[in-house]
């Protein structure tokens, strides 16, 4: 079975503070994506990287970075925490070409920005 | 560019009837379609895709979907519903024209509810 993992389930932190948020695959996936999750607008896509050590932007990518230095980590980087980044945060990866394309969901971060 | 439209935000169905939760798409080339269900407090869970071939798509816990490409339409639907259905149903689109990534564009989700 495909696993995909994600630091935390639950993170709190203030305004201002710098904020990883951490994603691991264990199915040697090239493609991994961060999306956020927010109640009426879905799934919005944040970043995304189909190799290591590449990345493209999402369709909101304002606030955040990402870093992916091993095929199975990618990273989120929120520099510098604000309250409109409350929400929701999915991660998920996928093979290209062999499974058809289908993306496998971690279990999501529910981060509250003080 | 790429688009996915689910028109209702909620859908009401007694346990035992059939269910339909709709989805619409727009591309440039050919699309690949999903379906995935999100249980409260979970991740998303994939229930099934369509890339080519027949256009009635079997999946996951009894679910299908129906391709409908004049209409530009994917349903999801099942023959009779379960209290355990109940769940936030997300359509997902790719155009075969995108580049690399394989990128998916997801609609706002549909909340299915199932009562006795």
């Known amino acids: 079975d495909v696993k995909v993992t994600q630091s935390s389930r639950y993170l709190v932190k203030r305004t201002g503070e710098k904020v990883f948020l951490e994603c691991v695959q264990d199915m040697d996936h090239e493609n991994m994506f961060w999306y956020r999750q927010d109640p009426g607008l879905g799934l919005r896509l944040i970043y995304f990287s189909y190799d290591v050590k590449m990345k493209e932007k999402g369709d909101i990518p304002e606030g955040y970075s990402v870093s992916r230095e091993k095929k199975e980590r990618f990273s989120l980087i929120l520099e510098s925490a604000s309250t409109n980044q409350t929400s929701m945060y999915l991660c998920a990866s996928s093979h290209t070409g062999g499974d058809l394309e289908t993306q496998y969901f971690g279990p999501g971060t529910r981060l509250l920005v003080l | 560019a790429q688009s996915v439209a689910q028109p209702e935000d909620q859908v009401n169905v007694a346990e035992g009837n059939p269910l339909t939760v709709k989805c619409t798409y727009s591309v440039s080339g050919n699309p690949y379609l999903f379906w995935y269900v999100q249980y409260p407090n979970r991740g998303l869970q994939f229930l099934l895709k369509?890339?080519?071939?027949?256009?009635l798509v079997k999946g996951s816990y009894g679910f299908e979907a129906e391709f409908n490409k004049s209409q530009t339409s994917f349903h999801l639907k099942k023959p009779s519903a379960l209290v355990s259905d109940s769940a936030l149903y997300f359509c997902a689109v790719r155009d075969s024209l995108t580049g690399g990534g394989n990128k998916l564009t997801f609609g706002t989700g549909t909340q299915l509810k199932v009562e006795l």
């Open positions: 369509y890339i080519t071939g027949d256009n």
